[in-house]
């Protein structure tokens, strides 16, 4: 299986959060968090559609979760308690053109 966080050539490394629990192993620890960007062409304007790809490793597991855009900018902008429990999302499978 397959998954793309993000389709820039950088990944930035973003700081740690506070202690929050992994869902995977359940281990209480502070996750690192890297900021990749996805860029896509639209129909629509604007044609270029930019966002911030948020992810988040777990030291314990190494696990890979992700979180909304907006939690992601509100850390970034110094916000420590932006990102908790349940923000975590499990990563979505890339699907390409053969899948169909």
Do not use: Q
């Not at 050539?9 to 959060?17: A, P, S």
């Amino acid at each position: 299986m397959e998954y793309r966080l993000g389709n820039s050539l950088k990944v930035k490394d973003r700081g740690r959060t506070r202690e929050i629990e992994c869902p995977n192993c359940k281990a209480k620890t502070e996750f690192g968090i890297f900021t990749n960007m996805d860029t896509r062409l639209t129909a629509k304007y604007p044609l270029l559609d930019v966002k911030t790809v948020y992810f988040l490793v777990c030291p314990k597991c190494a696990s890979v979760f992700t979180v909304d855009e907006a939690k992601g900018d509100s850390f970034k902008k110094g916000e420590t308690f932006a990102i908790g429990n349940y923000d975590l999302k499990p990563l979505e499978a890339f699907k390409d053109n053969e899948d169909k």
